[in-house]
């Protein structure tokens, strides 16, 4: 599937044609498909409406439930399910903030100084991951991290699997060819290395993106086919593993996660994108880091990023780097994938609601009793207070059927869960 790289106004592509035999009129423009309506009455219109604009200014992301929150206080958000963290980590967070920070009046430092440069962050990160600090590229989030490459590093073409955090396609730059792989809802999303290396042949990309496990479906590259994947595209110059939902995933049924971090030293062509964001449940912070062979870190750091992280990204790193935040933290990760994974059990068993295999933090569910996804979002927000994603405007999933929802802590997961009962059963 090929995008010719002119843009309209406001970053969305023309309508691209489509190769490998699929037809797929909905990658194209997407038609409104026939679907139950549902009465609101004026008052929730209205709410609707407002809500509507606001994602309208978002472009293809959601706006943030603190958005939301302040834009149209009388929603009364309860639930986030739309953005995806970990609560138990951000309380963790929290609590050593408030107990080394706020107590003792240190915040002030933090607020009033520049944080440590680049450099100086990456070394304190190289220490704990016992990486090359010269192979650590500090990010103020890892969306920073993803435009610095598809800016600096991809050329020609960049190969991006469908759906997709969208990102990957939308920083690339104007003489960037863009092409997916597209992920089929027939396969529950699976990614099939046969198929997408037989396409890495034939369209030479010189980047390639390896979401693992993948937003919006959750879908899961075990580590055996990583390496093998590894080995196969030793000759594209640039590959891409965005691990941002790694700790989510348990591979196995046990709790332990498998980076490809280490591969670094192996690959020179690796480069594996962290975000703090959703593990650590820290997105306000905006940390994220990359580990790539020195001289990209070099080549990247050639246009700056000095001092691109703040001081509580900084603090953050500062634990992070501690042995007994480590433990901690471990504890909070495990308990969340536990129950997270009841939360994607007790989704799969609503009556009308499809729910696809997911590593994440989050399950990609398909609408299947004529309920639109948008009237099941809207609803959801306006009768519920719980903010989920629907994925319309998701390339490679055909609107009106698709929502995503993140897992919370067990109170907020009950709540989710009794909500859409009620509101699909
Ligand atoms: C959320 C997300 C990111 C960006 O995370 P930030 O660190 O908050 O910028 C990167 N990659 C994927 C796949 C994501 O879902």
Same mark, same amino acid.
């Given at each position: 599937?090929?995008?010719?790289?002119?843009?309209?106004?406001?970053?969305?592509?023309?309508?691209?044609?489509?190769?490998?035999?699929?037809?797929?009129?909905?990658?194209?423009?997407?038609?409104?498909?026939?679907?139950?309506?549902?009465?609101?009455?004026?008052?929730?219109?209205?709410?609707?409406?407002?809500?509507?604009?606001?994602?309208?200014?978002?472009?293809?992301?959601?706006?943030? &439930?603190?958005?939301?929150?302040?834009?149209?206080?009388?929603?009364?958000?309860?639930?986030?399910?739309?953005?995806?963290?970990?609560?138990?980590?951000?309380?963790?967070?929290?609590?050593?903030?408030?107990?080394?920070?706020?107590?003792?009046? @240190?915040?002030?430092?933090?607020?009033?100084?520049?944080?440590?440069?680049?450099?100086?962050?990456? &070394?304190?990160?190289?220490?704990?991951?016992?990486?090359?600090?010269?192979?650590?590229?500090?990010?103020?989030?890892?969306?920073?991290?993803?435009?610095?490459?598809?800016?600096?590093?991809?050329?020609?073409?960049?190969?991006?699997?469908?759906?997709?955090?969208?990102?990957?396609?939308?920083?690339?730059?104007?003489?960037?060819?863009?092409?997916?792989?597209?992920?089929?809802?027939?396969?529950?999303?699976?990614?099939?290395?046969?198929?997408?290396?037989?396409?890495?042949?034939?369209?030479?990309?010189?980047?390639?993106?390896?979401?693992?496990?993948?937003n919006p479906d959750g879908g899961y590259i075990p580590y055996a086919v990583m390496l093998d994947l590894?080995?196969?595209?030793?000759?594209?110059?640039?590959?891409?593993?965005?691990?941002?939902?790694?700790?989510?995933?348990?591979?196995?049924?046990?709790?332990?996660?498998?980076?490809?971090?280490?591969?670094?030293?192996?690959?020179?062509?690796?480069?594996?994108?962290?975000?703090?964001?959703?593990?650590?449940g820290v997105a306000g912070i905006r940390a994220g880091y990359a580990v790539m062979a020195p001289d990209?870190?070099?080549?990247?750091?050639?246009?700056?990023?000095?001092?691109?992280s703040s001081g509580l990204a900084e603090y953050f790193f500062d634990l992070y780097s501690r042995p007994?935040?480590?433990?901690?933290?471990?504890?909070?990760?495990?308990?969340?994938?536990?129950?997270?994974?009841?939360?994607?059990?007790?989704?799969?068993?609503?009556?009308?609601?499809?729910?696809?295999?997911?590593?994440?933090?989050?399950?990609?569910?398909?609408?299947?009793?004529?309920?639109?996804?948008?009237?099941?979002?809207?609803?959801?927000?306006?009768?519920?207070?719980?903010?989920?994603?629907?994925?319309?405007?998701?390339?490679?999933?055909?609107?009106? @059927?698709?929502?995503?929802? &993140? &897992?919370?802590?067990?109170?907020?997961?009950?709540?989710?869960?009794?909500?859409?009962?009620?509101?699909?059963?």
């Amino acid at each position: 599937v090929i995008v010719p790289r002119t843009r309209e106004p406001g970053h969305k592509f023309k309508p691209f044609a489509l190769g490998l035999g699929l037809s797929a009129p909905w990658l194209h423009r997407p038609p409104r498909p026939a679907h139950r309506r549902v009465n609101f009455n004026a008052r929730e219109q209205a709410l609707v409406d407002r809500i509507k604009r606001l994602k309208k200014e978002a472009g293809s992301h959601s706006p943030s &439930a603190w958005t939301l929150a302040k834009q149209i206080p009388e929603l009364r958000l309860k639930v986030d399910a739309c953005f995806l963290s970990n609560p138990y980590a951000t309380h963790l967070f929290l609590t050593h903030l408030h107990r080394e920070v706020i107590r003792p009046r @240190k915040l002030r430092a933090l607020l009033e100084l520049y944080p440590s440069q680049n450099r100086v962050i990456a &070394a304190k990160l190289g220490r704990v991951l016992d990486l090359e600090p010269d192979s650590i590229f500090v990010g103020n989030g890892a969306v920073e991290i993803i435009q610095a490459i598809l800016h600096r590093l991809t050329r020609q073409k960049i190969l991006v699997n469908l759906p997709t955090f969208s990102p990957y396609y939308e920083f690339a730059r104007p003489d960037t060819q863009v092409v997916f792989n597209l992920l089929r809802k027939e396969e529950e999303f699976r990614f099939d290395p046969a198929r997408y290396l037989e396409l890495v042949r034939r369209e030479r990309p010189d980047t390639v993106v390896l979401i693992n496990p993948n937003n919006p479906d959750g879908g899961y590259i075990p580590y055996a086919v990583m390496l093998d994947l590894l080995e196969e595209l030793r000759d594209v110059p640039n590959v891409i593993v965005d691990e941002s939902f790694i700790h989510f995933a348990c591979e196995g049924l046990g709790y332990a996660y498998w980076s490809v971090v280490d591969e670094v030293r192996r690959f020179p062509n690796l480069m594996v994108v962290k975000s703090m964001s959703k593990d650590f449940g820290v997105a306000g912070i905006r940390a994220g880091y990359a580990v790539m062979a020195p001289d990209r870190v070099r080549t990247l750091l050639d246009n700056g990023y000095l001092w691109n992280s703040s001081g509580l990204a900084e603090y953050f790193f500062d634990l992070y780097s501690r042995p007994d935040f480590q433990e901690r933290y471990e504890r909070e990760r495990i308990r969340f994938i536990r129950n997270s994974r009841r939360f994607f059990d007790a989704l799969a068993r609503i009556d009308g609601l499809r729910v696809y295999p997911t590593h994440a933090n989050f399950a990609l569910a398909e609408l299947q009793n004529g309920l639109s996804a948008e009237d099941l979002v809207w609803r959801l927000l306006v009768r519920r207070g719980i903010y989920t994603r629907t994925c319309d405007d998701k390339r490679g999933l055909e609107p009106g @059927k698709f929502v995503r929802i &993140a &897992a919370r802590n067990r109170p907020e997961n009950s709540y989710i869960i009794r909500s859409l009962r009620r509101l699909i059963g």
